[in-house]
């Protein structure tokens, strides 16, 4: 619970600040900057661009890595900005019902601003394959649109399971220029292996962020970083103490 | 919820306040999911009736299964019924099982590409992935023993290493994003520009 509070007193503090002005400078992400030229391509191939923000929901057994779920949201923010902007077709699939009014109202809000709201209707869609037993009814329906759409650009970013190799491979197959991300540790070879361009781990949660450039989302960017050294200090600080004879562990019940 | 996850507090019945938002929580979920199922027929509903080339004779399958689905499932609305039972035992985990199989080929394919050696980096992997292997099959520690002590040593130290840093970031990730949408500074999700 302190680390928690902790956690969020740092955030809003370099939120606060970077409010004021004082922003810094950040990496670039190759996945994030590839995104632009991958809906480009699909573009000038007159092909759609898929994008899904993983097979996480908001509730139930799956909610704790709900998180990355709405790195996929933000970032489909963006990424529905460039097929506005391109006037490319976008196919988003979703695997949980209550994703579909928030994606419908991402796109929306993408659309509106970039003052083509009259295009939703007809150039984006959101498509529900839900999941059964496992993933694997929603996992052969996006093998299916695949081959019927055969989409230019395929974009996943969000919490997947075995369903993400599968995808990935048929996105392949099919010549799309693919990007992926998750925090899925089991995944993450996979998405490697398979696609284009991968957006490893916390990568995901600051995509988002970056895509978009408000300074306050920047901010907690920041603030994530102060956060990683504080505890690798601790780390360092706990090794070296449990090295020198003092059974710290004990303290935490470890 | 974030309270009742660190606080034990029966005296203002805290618990009872988190399991109340949890199940209004999986009772809008389950709303949602009709809402999920009218999305999806209306959506093939309009392959039907425009005749899509390649689509519509499919649509009308998946629409007919759904509403047998829901049509057996209703039949036994106090306990399962048999056929329920039947569809849910035989065809579907059948169906599943397959789908989930596809996998095997689909790795095998990935990791051809994976493991052409083009770089410095892709020979590391290479050696790292034939350690790896070569510790898991029983051919491995036949060929020479060395192959499951170098094979466990990869596993235990640069990755177990390289896994706890990767999880540490990611968790700090989701607390900043997790906070990013409580306060409502997370713009690009729930439609907010």
Same mark, same amino acid.
């Given at each position: 619970?302190?680390?928690l509070l902790l956690s969020f007193a740092i955030f809003y503090f370099f939120m606060s600040r970077a409010m004021r002005g004082r922003v810094s400078?950040m990496?670039?992400?190759?996945? +994030?900057?590839?995104?632009?030229?991958?809906?480009?391509? *699909? *573009?000038?191939?007159?092909?759609?661009?898929? @994008?899904?923000?993983? %097979?996480?929901?908001?509730?139930?057994?799956?909610?704790?890595? *709900?998180?990355?779920?709405?790195?996929?949201?933000s970032?489909?923010?963006?990424?529905?900005?460039? %097929?506005?902007?391109?006037?490319?077709? +976008? !196919?988003?699939?979703?695997? !949980?019902?209550?994703?579909?009014?928030?994606?419908?109202?991402?796109?929306?809000?993408?659309?509106?601003?970039?003052?083509?709201?009259?295009?939703?209707?007809?150039?984006?869609?959101?498509?529900?394959?839900?999941?059964?037993?496992?993933?694997?009814?929603?996992?052969?329906?996006?093998?299916?649109? @695949?081959?019927?759409?055969?989409?230019?650009?395929?974009?996943?970013?969000?919490?997947?399971? @075995?369903?993400?190799?599968?995808?990935?491979?048929?996105?392949?197959?099919?010549?799309?220029?693919?990007?992926?991300?998750? *925090?899925? %540790?089991?995944?993450?070879?996979?998405?490697?292996?398979?696609?284009? !361009?991968?957006?490893?781990?916390?990568?995901?949660f600051v995509?988002g962020a970056i895509?978009s450039q408000d300074v306050t989302l920047l901010g907690s960017i920041t603030g994530q970083d102060v956060l990683?050294?504080?505890?690798?200090?601790? +780390?360092? +600080?706990?090794?070296?103490?449990?090295?020198?004879?003092?059974?710290?562990?004990?303290? @935490?019940?470890? | 919820?974030?309270?009742?996850?660190?606080?034990?507090?029966?005296?203002?019945?805290?618990?009872? =306040?988190?399991? $109340?938002?949890?199940?209004?929580?999986?009772?809008?979920?389950?709303?949602?999911?009709?809402?999920?199922?009218?999305?999806?027929?209306?959506?093939?509903?309009?392959?039907?009736?425009?005749?899509?080339?390649?689509?519509?004779?499919?649509?009308?399958?998946?629409?007919?299964?759904?509403?047998?689905? =829901?049509?057996?499932?209703?039949?036994?609305?106090?306990?399962?019924?048999?056929?329920?039972?039947?569809?849910?035992?035989?065809?579907?985990?059948?169906? $599943?099982?397959?789908?989930?199989?596809?996998?095997?080929?689909?790795?095998?394919?990935?990791?051809?590409?994976?493991?052409? =050696?083009?770089?410095?980096?892709?020979?590391?992997? #290479?050696?790292?992935?034939?350690?790896?292997?070569?510790?898991?099959?029983?051919?491995?520690?036949?060929?020479?023993?060395?192959?499951?002590?170098? #094979?466990?040593?990869?596993?235990?130290?640069?990755?177990?290493?390289?896994?706890?840093?990767?999880?540490?970031?990611?968790?700090v990730g989701?607390i900043a994003i997790g906070l990013r949408v409580l306060i409502g500074r997370e713009r690009g999700v729930?439609?907010?520009?």
């Amino acid at each position: 619970m302190f680390f928690l509070l902790l956690s969020f007193a740092i955030f809003y503090f370099f939120m606060s600040r970077a409010m004021r002005g004082r922003v810094s400078k950040m990496r670039s992400l190759a996945g +994030l900057q590839a995104m632009p030229e991958s809906v480009g391509k *699909a *573009a000038e191939t007159n092909r759609p661009v898929h @994008f899904t923000p993983g %097979t996480v929901g908001f509730t139930g057994g799956v909610a704790g890595y *709900a998180a990355q779920t709405f790195a996929g949201l933000s970032v489909l923010s963006y990424v529905s900005k460039l %097929t506005a902007k391109y006037k490319v077709p +976008l !196919y988003v699939t979703v695997a !949980y019902g209550e994703l579909i009014p928030v994606v419908e109202a991402t796109i929306r809000e993408s659309y509106t601003s970039e003052g083509r709201v009259d295009a939703v209707s007809s150039e984006t869609h959101v498509l529900f394959y839900p999941i059964a037993l496992s993933n694997a009814p929603y996992a052969s329906g996006v093998l299916g649109l @695949f081959e019927r759409i055969r989409p230019a650009s395929n974009i996943m970013i969000g919490g997947f399971y @075995f369903e993400a190799l599968a995808i990935a491979e048929q996105g392949f197959v099919q010549g799309a220029i693919q990007i992926a991300g998750t *925090a899925m %540790t089991h995944q993450i070879p996979f998405f490697v292996a398979a696609c284009d !361009y991968a957006l490893i781990g916390e990568e995901i949660f600051v995509a988002g962020a970056i895509a978009s450039q408000d300074v306050t989302l920047l901010g907690s960017i920041t603030g994530q970083d102060v956060l990683k050294a504080i505890i690798l200090a601790l +780390l360092v +600080l706990g090794f070296t103490i449990q090295n020198l004879g003092v059974d710290i562990l004990s303290i @935490f019940k470890l | 919820m974030i309270a009742g996850y660190f606080v034990r507090a029966p005296e203002i019945f805290l618990e009872d =306040i988190v399991r $109340d938002l949890s199940l209004l929580a999986s009772t809008l979920a389950g709303y949602a999911t009709i809402l999920g199922i009218l999305t999806l027929s209306l959506v093939h509903v309009d392959h039907i009736s425009k005749r899509r080339e390649g689509q519509w004779i499919y649509s009308v399958i998946l629409l007919a299964l759904t509403m047998v689905m =829901i049509g057996v499932g209703l039949i036994g609305i106090i306990g399962t019924h048999p056929y329920f039972t039947w569809f849910y035992a035989f065809p579907l985990t059948a169906l $599943d099982s397959t789908t989930y199989s596809i996998l095997a080929f689909y790795i095998a394919s990935a990791a051809f590409r994976a493991f052409r =050696i083009r770089s410095g980096e892709a020979l590391v992997l #290479g050696i790292t992935g034939i350690f790896v292997m070569l510790m898991n099959a029983p051919i491995g520690a036949a060929i020479w023993p060395g192959f499951p002590v170098i #094979g466990k040593w990869i596993m235990d130290v640069p990755n177990a290493s390289a896994f706890r840093g990767f999880i540490i970031g990611s968790s700090v990730g989701a607390i900043a994003i997790g906070l990013r949408v409580l306060i409502g500074r997370e713009r690009g999700v729930l439609g907010r520009s």
